[in-house]
């Protein structure tokens, strides 16, 4: 059984092990090419989220095993508050079983308990399945980036993708 909740604190290793498997496939799903943050690091990240009303980390838990996360954080901007940016990871061994869509309907609830209108993310490109997934969550690309992230040594595109908090 697959259970989503708020990351907490002691889930550091594992979200940092996740990060880090997800950023070594072929894929090149991640900007991050090399190493996520240290368990120590990824701990005092979680607790500050922890306290902030502005920001969350969703995990997906599955007996016992962390299989998905999803961050969310609003932008501060005082004409853009009520948009909020969001980042989703699922282990490739639990993709394409609807981890990602539950991530996904947290994160709505989530808006719409924050009072964000707007949730907005980008994705390489290349990522077809992750497009699909978020199309069929009601997601729209609004925009073409080119060469818009650093990862390593080369500058990648990204699509910007949005989606209208609907009303509950």
Same mark, same amino acid.
Do not use: C, Q
């Given at each position: 059984m697959i259970r989503v909740r708020r990351a907490e604190a002691g889930d550091a290793p594992a979200l940092v092990a996740l990060a880090e498997a997800v950023g070594r496939e072929e894929g090149r799903w991640m900007l991050a090419t090399d190493t996520w943050r240290s368990v120590? @690091? +990824?701990r005092k990240y979680l607790k500050a989220v922890r306290r902030h009303p502005d920001a969350a980390v969703l995990v997906a838990e599955e007996d016992g095993r962390i299989v998905g996360r999803?961050?969310?954080a609003r932008d501060l901007h005082p004409a853009s508050r009520h948009v909020a940016d969001l980042g989703l990871m699922v282990a490739a061994d639990r993709r394409r079983r609807g981890i990602g869509r539950m991530?996904? +309907?947290a994160a709505l609830a989530w808006a719409r308990d924050a009072g964000v209108t707007k949730l907005e993310l980008h994705v390489f490109p290349w990522n077809e399945p992750a497009i699909r997934l978020y +199309?069929?969550?009601g997601? @729209?690309?609004e925009g073409y980036r080119k060469a818009h992230f650093r990862r390593g040594d080369e500058l990648v595109d990204a699509v910007l993708m949005a989606l209208s908090v609907p009303e509950a």
């Amino acid at each position: 059984m697959i259970r989503v909740r708020r990351a907490e604190a002691g889930d550091a290793p594992a979200l940092v092990a996740l990060a880090e498997a997800v950023g070594r496939e072929e894929g090149r799903w991640m900007l991050a090419t090399d190493t996520w943050r240290s368990v120590a @690091e +990824e701990r005092k990240y979680l607790k500050a989220v922890r306290r902030h009303p502005d920001a969350a980390v969703l995990v997906a838990e599955e007996d016992g095993r962390i299989v998905g996360r999803l961050s969310l954080a609003r932008d501060l901007h005082p004409a853009s508050r009520h948009v909020a940016d969001l980042g989703l990871m699922v282990a490739a061994d639990r993709r394409r079983r609807g981890i990602g869509r539950m991530l996904l +309907e947290a994160a709505l609830a989530w808006a719409r308990d924050a009072g964000v209108t707007k949730l907005e993310l980008h994705v390489f490109p290349w990522n077809e399945p992750a497009i699909r997934l978020y +199309e069929s969550v009601g997601f @729209e690309r609004e925009g073409y980036r080119k060469a818009h992230f650093r990862r390593g040594d080369e500058l990648v595109d990204a699509v910007l993708m949005a989606l209208s908090v609907p009303e509950a």
